[in-house]
């Protein structure tokens, strides 16, 4: 596999900071920050007919990767995908109904099916992820870094068991419950699946990875280490290629665990202790989070509040990457966002002096 390991970074602090090295303030991305809440991206978006247009056609998802950084002092771009798309190159016939989210045609939910599954050639049937990414590097012209991201196995099997999102996951769990050996084959699937991905993500030219276990959350207290973390794990363990983000939303019953998983940094959601996260990372590994999202609706001057009191509860010692509990949501204003990445920039600077 051929990993590009790239020109010199005009801007280097994310990977600093995920390395938990020293940086001169804290970095800032936003999950989702490339959506519905840019008029820039309406237009693409409209312009490409549909969302799975977009996310299929390198150059356009090229165009939204690229268009927070041209409004925005980030510290990186995220390549615009979404996570359900090695599913779909699995053949479970992804589509989006207005107003319903995501839907697969073809759930799984026979046996047969389940044992036929196979992991994608991603360099055949997600290609059009790599020439993203590859479009995505050739525009950023070494301005920042580019994250590669997938689902994790577990919020992949969400999505495949149940066809849709769902308020309590009821033929997922009733497949945990009733035929766990079933699931597991899914997930085993699914680790294999997510690392090929990855790796291929970071030879197209990602700089760093990011595993969304958006749906780890659900599951009981002691069922997270058997069908979600293990298989996070056995994804960790295979992409050496570059640093990596694990983020579970609702995780923080299992910080302990996630930070013993072989990930760079943990995501954390903002229900989550920053003190106590930082108490227990010790400077092994990287934070990032954790503000609500809602706090962007708040007049600017109130988004600055917010964002000062990240930092201060996280602290300026290395190994902090500003980000919110969870995506930008589609009505976001975007002065609220621009003054969220100056306020970052400009307090976390003045604390390092």
């Known amino acids: 596999m051929e990993v590009h390991r790239k020109a010199r970074l005009k801007n280097d602090v994310l990977l600093r900071a995920l390395a938990c090295k020293p940086t001169p303030y804290t970095p800032i ?19 490409a007919g549909s969302f799975l247009k977009l996310a299929k056609t390198p150059a356009l998802a090229a ?62 049937e997600l290609r059009y992820v790599m020439d993203a990414i590859r479009e995505s590097r050739n525009g950023i012209a070494g301005r920042v870094p580019l994250i590669g991201f997938s689902g994790s196995p577990f919020t992949l099997a969400c999505y495949m068991v149940e066809g ?66 293990r298989y996070s794990r056995q994804v960790l363990e295979n992409v050496p290629g570059a640093p990596t983000i694990l983020f579970t939303k609702g995780g923080s019953p299992w910080l302990a665990a996630m930070m013993n998983s072989g990930c760079n940094a943990i995501g954390l959601d903002w229900t989550a202790d920053a003190r106590a996260a930082r108490n227990m990372a010790a400077g092994r590994v990287a934070l990032q989070g954790h503000l609500d999202p809602a706090a962007l609706f708040a007049p600017p001057e109130r988004v600055r509040e917010a964002a000062r009191k990240v930092i201060d509860s996280f602290g300026v010692e290395p190994g ?25 920039r400009a307090y976390s600077r003045a604390l390092k002096l």
């Not at 991305?29 to 312009?47: C, D, I, S, V």
């Not at 309590?168 to 294999?192: C, F, G, Q, T």
């Not at 990457?321 to 970052?344: C, I, M, R, Y």
């Open 164 to 229: 849709s999102g769902s308020d309590d996951w009821r033929n997922l769990k009733s497949m945990r419950y009733v035929r766990p050996e079933l699931l597991h084959r899914i997930l085993e699937v699914n680790a294999k699946a997510v690392a090929d991905y990855l790796n291929a993500q970071i030879a197209a030219g990602a700089d760093a990875v990011m595993l969304f276990d958006t749906w780890g959350g659900i599951l009981a207290h002691d069922d997270y280490e058997a069908f979600s973390l």
């Open 320 to 344: 902090h990457v500003f980000n919110l509990g969870h995506g930008l949501q589609p009505k976001t204003p975007v002065e609220s966002v621009a003054a969220l990445v100056d306020e970052v």
């Open 29 to 47: 991305w936003l999950m989702r920050q490339a959506g519905r809440y840019l008029p820039e991206y309406n237009a693409t978006r409209a312009k």
């Open 63 to 124: 165009e939204v990767t690229l268009q927070p950084l041209e409004r925005f002092p980030l510290d990186a771009a995220i390549v615009f995908s979404d996570i359900l798309t090695i599913p779909d190159a699995m053949g479970l016939g992804l589509f989006f109904a207005e107003g319903e989210g995501p839907r697969f045609e073809r759930p799984l939910r026979d046996e047969a099916a389940i044992r036929k599954l196979a992991a994608p050639d991603p360099n055949a």
